[in-house]
């Protein structure tokens, strides 16, 4: 039996492909204004895959948050009018769509290990061009910023040589090019 | 949350006085209310002063739903005063069912002291936590000299672009603190501007979709009551001009006159056979300030398969959210039919007059079916009866009918006709049992002169009944016409034709005795248990000067036609008289999934 989907009747059900999209939303730095963004996305069954978010004018008093999500073409149309529609958002730019994005995401990694484990951390961090911030006998903190799956593919290999824990901001983007995002 | 922050304040008072500064500065009459701790320095200052009158509530749901039955019949914004804690979260229902019925609502809460807030204090409840989803905004204001720029912003966002409850939560040190006030003029909002005029062009791609057109309709809803009187005058215009026959949702109900012969009835799940088979066969859709909800559409794959779609809404997360249109159009009714009224006039457009001929003879073929027809009876009064009796004898302009949730709010839909907008007042899109009730009251307030009726069901009357005690309080003479089947009659009916008639829970033993309980508040209590009594007892009811409550008791089994079953298209409706083995058949196992 087909398993009916939606509150009331048949939703159609989407057959187009998720797609992976990052939206830049400037809000009103004002309490309140990030558990509103979140809340959408959860009341209304958005993915968030990748959430930051940070003061980026003090005068102004402007926050830029900068959601990572996943869905159909029209899932993604409608999240960004759903935001757009948030009394204190100024502006959301779906920076997928531009482009032109650039996307950056900063990771802390710390491994354990000793004897040829230890080397091998050190020199594959050396290869992706991470920094050592913290060191111990047998521990090394490591500082690597980059695209997430640069970031990915570091904690991929760090894994076998004694992972210990893994922090990472998320997602921050930008559009290449000379223009801010309000035009 | 400040905007425009060079406005310097003109005069200095208390966090109290600047509330009922700024309700009085917005033309704010009247307001609904229940005191308590946290909202003492505001009732202080309310006693104080003669321009607002406050009109003392018996539950906060009350005051909210009055709000917004005051909102809805004058098309000023409702305002409601509630204290901190369980004062706000009685609240929340009122201010969920204005959020899904786009209903401007101001509602002020009193919080804790800032220095309490967090604490699990007495009373104490994170209103702006629990109201954010329910509200179109809301604001917790801790500085007094932030709360008159807030309270004027409030009444901005709720009434402009698609409208909406707004709350404003005022802990107690804020009302008592002094601070500057500053007029409405002095606020302009920082990023909220809703755009009210159409996109020029793709206005005139809707007129070029529209002329092609042999077999339009349009589909109204609440935006058209929203956007105000111009907009239904407008609709009206274009409707004529371009002769396309018109439906509309339940919100929608009054924007086109239903004595008008271009009228179809009321679309979706319980609406007319014409108007949800001419939805199915149009080739052009004209969707103005409406949100193909599940309820008008049917089954979303069957939607008026072969129309190209246009949508007016001033929301443009609107568009394109349920069903895909060809043009959508972000902008106000008013403004957009406006600008299509003019571009079709100055090109000349027209429908062809042949093919609109042939779409009207479909339609009156459709409209032949009668698919309000119902059997009468000698000796049980017909809860379709009662109402077409009850229209017969109050309808008129002056005349605005409320009503609860269920089965009474269809045949009050399918069998009141109203030619005005702003007449009808229920709850679309929550479905609020308990909301019509309150709802008179505030329609009342706005109208004191007017005949305001509350067609209701046994069951959604005692979910708000303590509101009758309001209605005696302020003498409000609204007229509670209760449609007394002992079931809560649309659970009922949906158990009947998907559950196999297990009546779960859904037969109200222990009524109390409606006339004993209404004459109990004061109110004069009518009963009706015969057809040959029906008019008398209307009459009666019309003539009584203040509030009276009708007991009208009805056929038990009626059930509500015609019905589009869950899962099912717009051309595949149920008629009334039907038999039961046609309508089990025509109920799939997965229709009977459904809500």
């Known amino acids: 039996m087909r398993q009916p989907t939606g509150s009331a009747y048949f939703m159609e059900e989407h057959h187009e492909a998720v797609a992976r999209h990052t939206l830049a939303i400037l809000v009103d730095n004002e309490p309140g204004v990030l558990a509103r963004v979140i809340g959408l996305f ?31 073409g029209e899932v993604i149309d409608q999240i960004k009018t759903q935001l757009d529609r948030l009394v204190p958002v100024h502006s959301v730019v779906d920076l997928t769509l531009t482009g032109r994005a650039l996307e950056r995401e900063l990771l802390l990694v710390k491994v354990r290990g000793k004897g040829e484990n230890r080397v091998e951390a050190l020199s594959l961090a050396d290869a992706f061009r991470a920094r050592v911030i913290d060191a111990t006998i047998e521990s090394f903190v490591f500082e690597i910023t980059g695209k997430p799956d640069k970031l990915d593919q570091f904690i991929l290999l760090m894994k076998p040589l004694g992972l210990v824990e893994v922090a990472r901001t998320g997602v921050a983007a930008i559009a290449r090019g000379p223009e801010g995002m309000d035009g | 949350m400040a905007a425009d922050l060079t406005a310097a304040p003109t005069e200095h008072m208390t966090g109290a006085e600047i509330v009922i500064r700024a309700l009085a500065d917005q033309g704010v009459e009247h ?31 009350g005051a909210t739903h009055m709000a917004e039955g005051y909102a809805r019949s004058s098309g000023k914004p409702g305002v409601v005063l509630v204290t901190s804690g369980p004062g706000a979260t009685n609240a929340v229902t009122g201010l969920t069912d204005a959020l899904m019925d786009s209903i401007p609502l101001v509602c002020i809460t009193g919080q804790v002291p800032t220095h309490l807030i967090g604490s699990d204090a007495f009373q104490e409840c994170d209103t702006v936590g629990i109201t954010r989803p329910c509200t179109k905004h809301n604001y917790l204001v801790k500085d007094v000299n932030d709360l008159a720029q807030v309270l004027h912003e409030a009444f901005y ?9 707004v709350v404003v939560d005022i802990p107690k040190d804020v009302q008592f603190a002094t601070g500057g006030y500053i007029g409405p003029r002095n606020v302009v909002h920082k990023t909220y501007h809703p755009k009210l005029k159409g996109d020029a062009e793709k206005i005139k791609a809707a007129i070029e979709i529209l002329r092609t057109a042999k077999k339009p309709i349009f589909y109204t809803g609440g935006g058209v009551i929203n956007s105000g009187p111009r907009a239904s005058e407008l609709l009206r215009e274009f409707a004529r001009m371009t002769g ?3 439906t509309s949702t339940l919100m929608g109900l009054g924007a086109y006159p239903a004595s008008d012969p271009q009228w179809l009835g009321m679309l979706g799940m319980h609406g007319s056979f014409e108007a949800n088979n001419a939805m199915h066969d149009c080739d052009v859709m004209l969707c103005v300030g409406a949100r193909f909800d599940d309820r008008i559409t049917g089954r979303l794959d069957a939607f008026s398969p072969g129309s190209r779609k246009i949508h007016i809404d001033i929301d443009p997360s609107s568009i394109n ?43 009156n073929s459709w409209r032949a079916r009668n ?38 709010q269809m045949w009050a839909a399918q069998y009141y006709r109203f030619d005005e907008p702003n007449r009808w007042m229920t709850s679309g899109g929550l479905g609020t049992m308990g909301y019509g009730m309150p709802a008179a009251i505030g329609v009342q307030k706005a109208h004191p002169e007017a005949l305001v009726i509350d067609i209701a069901g046994e069951a959604s009357i005692q979910m708000c009944i303590q509101e009758l005690s309001t209605a005696v309080q302020y003498n409000l003479p609204i007229k509670v016409f209760v449609l007394n089947n002992e079931y809560m009659g649309m659970v009922r009916q949906w158990q009947q034709l998907l559950h196999g008639s297990r009546y779960s829970h859904s037969y109200s033993e222990a009524l109390p005795d409606f006339v004993k309980l209404a004459e109990a508040y004061g109110v004069k209590g009518l009963r009706c248990e015969h057809p040959d009594d029906l008019d008398a007892t209307i009459q009666a009811m019309i003539d009584h000067q203040g509030p ?34 046609t309508v089990n058949e025509a109920i799939t196992e997965e229709g009977k999934m459904l809500v």
């Open chain 2, 371 to 408: 698919c309000f027809a119902y059997k009468t009876s000698e000796t049980t009064i017909k809860p379709q009866q009662a109402v077409e009796r009850l229209y017969e004898l109050t309808k008129g302009p002056d005349t605005y009918v409320t009503t609860e949730v269920g089965q009474h």
């Open chain 2, 321 to 363: 959210k349920n069903v895909k249109v060809e043009v959508g159009i972000v902008g106000d009714v008013a403004h957009v039919l406006e600008d299509m009224i003019q571009i079709w006039k100055a090109s000349r457009a027209q429908i062809d007059p042949a093919g609109l001929m042939d779409w009207e003879r479909r339609i």
């Open chain 2, 548 to 581: 009276v409550f009708v007991d009208c008791v009805v056929d038990k089994m009626e059930n509500c036609f015609p019905m589009i079953p869950s899962g099912r298209a717009h051309n595949e409706m149920l008629l009334g008289d039907v038999g039961e083995k």
């Open chain 2, 157 to 165: 966002v709720a009434t402009s672009g698609r409208p909406g409850p």
């Open chain 2, 31 to 61: 307001i609904f209310g229940y005191p308590g701790g946290a909202v003492l320095p505001i009732y202080d200052a309310l006693f104080q002063q003669n321009s607002i009158e406050h009109v003392l509530v018996r539950h906060e749901q």
């Open chain 2, 244 to 246: 396309a026959p018109v």
């Open chain 1, 42 to 72: 959860s009341g209304r069954g958005y993915n968030i895959d990748s959430l930051t978010v940070s003061e980026v004018s003090h005068e102004t008093n402007l926050s830029r948050i900068t959601v990572v999500t996943t869905g159909p």
